[in-house]
């Protein structure tokens, strides 16, 4: 049975102030917990509590490397209790994490994502999944982008979060104390063509916030500027492309150069 005191930390993880304060951010459903499990130990998560449903709980593998996680028997009402989301599925796990330094990248050959005041926890979720999906070591955040831990992010990177290093700091910073030649590319609408520039197989790709894009003193840092061009037809056309489907286009240019 699950006590008041769990129910009100659990959702008290819904906003920032308390994950940072605990260290800990809520993934649920079913997929999610389960590669919380596989991950657990091999990265910087370690799952503390995981409350699911009698059927649910009874169809996990035997939690033996993982003693020390607390496993707790819920109803499907106590779940709709103690759930951030609007449909609960099954199950939810309280997640810690360690604060990653950037000193977890290698610049020599890595291939990193960065977010400039990217707000929308989807599109954040779904870069994250990205950088996942095409080996790109991390993704960095500045600290007035989307939280990584919010719900909406976690449940938006599928499972992604626990696989790809995630490190929120100032971006200008974190550039400038880099000692490597590491090239910083940007993006923007008077870049240079994605697909006619030599692109690099390690490097910090800069994406922008959805309607202002990068900032001023960002754009004073890169290396160079990338365009993906418009090939619509008509004198109408859109002004720009969602931040995480800009992403997903460089991050495959940037593979299939690599392996052309």
Known sequence: MISK??????????????????????????????????????????????????????????????????????????????????????????????????????????????????????????????????????????PDSADFFSPKVVQSSMGSIFRVKLLTVEISEFIKAIKSKFPIYGTHLQGQNLYQTKLTKNGLILLGNESRGLSTELMKLTTVNLLIPDYSVGQSKPESLNVSIAASIICSEFRRRENG
């Open 5 to 142: 005191a769990q129910i009100q930390f659990i959702r008290s993880l819904e906003h920032k102030k308390f994950r940072d304060e605990y260290g800990c951010f809520v993934a649920e459903g079913d997929k999610l917990v389960r590669e919380a499990i596989a991950q657990s130990g091999v990265s910087l998560f370690r799952i503390k509590m995981i409350c699911g449903t009698a059927n649910w709980i009874d169809s996990l593998k035997p939690l033996k490397d993982h003693p020390n996680v607390e496993v707790i028997t819920v109803t499907e009402s106590e779940l709709e209790r103690i759930s951030l989301q609007k449909t609960p599925n099954q199950a939810l796990a309280i997640i810690s994490h360690e604060p990653a330094q950037a000193t977890v990248f290698n610049f020599d050959k890595d291939l990193l994502l960065g977010l400039n005041q990217v707000q929308d926890p989807g599109n954040v979720g779904t870069i994250i999944r990205l950088a996942d999906w095409f080996g790109f070591a991390g993704v960095i955040a500045s």
